[in-house]
Nanobody, 115 residues
């Protein structure tokens, strides 16, 4: 059974930094493109960042230059380093394959950005 478990969320002030982790229960090294997504209440979940099997990365425009996605295949873990956080970055963050598969959404990790 595949599980994706997010962690690392917290309460930050604007301008702060945080690194989220997503641990997979299966090997992802040579199998899957991985993504980070986020959702705020009353809005659709949106894609944030992608890291491919070949470690190429792509980002939604709103986080370019501030967020970095990377993977450690030996640990079956994908990370999202977030810098210069803004109030509009506050959301529940999820990881999933890319494109995402509905049955693998986890609980997510809450990121709150507030002064």
């Amino acid at each position: 059974q595949v599980q994706l478990v997010e962690s690392g969320g917290g309460l930050l002030q604007p301008g702060g930094s945080l690194t989220l982790s997503c641990r997979a229960s299966v090997r992802i090294a040579s199998r899957n493109d991985m993504g980070w997504y986020r959702r705020v209440p009353s809005k659709e979940r949106e894609w944030v960042a992608l890291v491919t099997i070949g470690r190429n990365t792509t980002y939604v425009d709103s986080v370019k230059g501030r967020f970095t996605i990377y993977r450690d295949n030996a640990k079956n873990t994908v990370y999202l380093q977030m810098n210069s956080l803004k109030p509009e970055d506050a959301a529940v963050y999820y990881c999933n394959f890319y494109p995402p598969l509905d049955r693998y959404w986890g609980q997510g990790t809450q990121v709150t950005v507030s002064s």
